[in-house]
């Protein structure tokens, strides 16, 4: 566990991509089995453990050390797992310190009411670093700047294989992941993919910019709408289905409606969208079925879903993804012939044969749940990730507001010591009503001045929030607006970000939740 804590501590501070690389590869190639395993898998984010929620480690450190203390310390320092590191009281008759593994399989066996116990324990046997990176482990949020792909990355540099091919191993093999170094090491074959119904990386696209359009040559490209759902992948196989999201979670048991009306053998990439007799429903309809564990008759017959596809990857055997994206295209639609179904269908190409028609038609979309255009290399096999020139997404131009701050909070990881998420409000009458929560947009010497006005303009506390003076405009980018039952303001902002601090202006300029509420589909 030590070695573990370590590499997290130099992980949080690391400069660069490439130092970060280095940094987990050489723990990998040193750390023990099963330790490393697990490390990589809580790096990569697809460790399944129980998590400790924070009041139970508030409790702990409440037995152990002075209640005032502990909260005079956790408000300065503003990070739960840091706080406690620095205050728990080392035990010097403690045993060794444990390893990654036990504290994983430990967790992994206990039941509910014996995790606080354990952690104690494993406090007990360590030392501050140690006590940080246990904390963020059993929290079930390390934030240390490593996404899944970049751990998986690493994993390249332990033999001479591509991302893509281990790419495509993950998700067929579970943490520990012993099968996975013996390959990658040359103790073994290369773990068999032929019968599983895994999921397969994505090909995503990258966003347009301006000078690419001076560059690209609209005749080489295929285009089509992107539609605004939720990206999945399907995977058939002998008369059962497996729907993953896309970062390859399975999600097929929030959808049974839709599993119970397929057939065939296939891996299709696509969009998950409600699909009605009267057309697509809205995103905010998608997330009436998302994150669910169990869906009731009501909810599906409400918010029936289907697949709007965009390629496939496997037809039956067959490995389509070295096919051009015009065949591919072809084999998809002959494979619909074949397997038609209600709940599928193919997304339409874009008729465009200059860059002014498809800025007209991205302006405009046919159907309020179309967000931009895709532009798919006519000549383009299918990549796992995202390869420089071949797909392009060209989104339409977000909607701005001014709104004014109201509610700040500190933020995690390396942000813990900084207010950066703030909530907004829009005039309603003579009263801000708060429309949404934001914390991206802005750059770090803009985050710096945000802190030090929420310092400075504090009226009032509650928990870890802190009200402030309404004097601070924001100009707020976001891609929609639906109606929410759950908001005062009875509106919900999609993707809400700071594009502008709006020094300038005041206060009783900012918009109104009427103006807002125009922009409803």
Known sequence: MQAFAELLDRLSTAPGRNARLDLIAAYLRSAPDPDRGYALASLAGDLKLRAARPAMIRDLVAERTDPELFRLSYDYVGDLAETVSLLWPPDRTANATPRLSEIIEGLTRAKRGQVPELVAGWLDRLDPTGRWALLKLVTGGLRVGISGRLARTALTRLGEVDLAAVEEVWHAVEPPYTELFDWLEGRAERPSLSEAMIFRPLMLAHPLEMDDRSRLDLSDYRAEWKWDGIRVQLALRGGQGRLFSRTGDDISGAFPDLMQALAGDAVLDGELLVMRADGVGSFNDMQQRLNRKTVSAKLQAEHP??????????????????????????????????????????????????????????????????????????????????????????????????????????????????????????????????????????????????????????????????????????????????????HKSGVAMRFPRIARIRWDKPAAEADTVEMLERLIN
């Not at 796992?384 to 977000?398: N, T, V, Y």
């Not at 006005?453 to 601070?472: E, H, I, K, M, W």
Request: charge should be neutral; hydrophobic fraction near 40%; glycine fraction near 6%.
């Open 305 to 486: 879903v289907g697949i709007r596809l965009y390629d496939i990857l496997f037809d039956a055997d067959r490995d389509c993804r070295d096919l051009s994206f015009v065949e591919r295209r072809e084999v998809l639609q002959d494979w619909l012939v074949h397997h038609a179904s209600p709940r599928l269908d193919l997304s339409p190409l874009v008729p465009a044969t200059d860059w002014e028609s498809l800025s007209a038609a991205r302006a405009d979309p046919p159907h309020p749940a179309i967000e931009g255009v895709m532009l798919k290399r006519a000549d383009s096999p299918y990549q796992a990730g995202r390869p420089r020139g071949l797909w392009f997404k060209w989104k339409r131009e977000p909607h701005r507001v001014d709104c004014v701050m109201m509610y700040a909070q500190r933020g995690h990881g390396r942000r813990s010591s900084l207010y950066s998420d703030f909530t907004f409000g829009a005039w309603r009458d003579d009263e801000l009503v708060p429309v949404g929560k934001a914390y991206f947009g802005f750059t770090d010497a803009e985050l710096k001045e945000l802190d030090r006005f929420v310092r400075g303009n504090t009226v009032d506390r509650y928990g870890p929030v802190r009200a402030v003076n309404q004097s601070l405009v924001l100009e707020i980018a976001f891609d929609g607006v639906n109606r929410s039952r759950r």
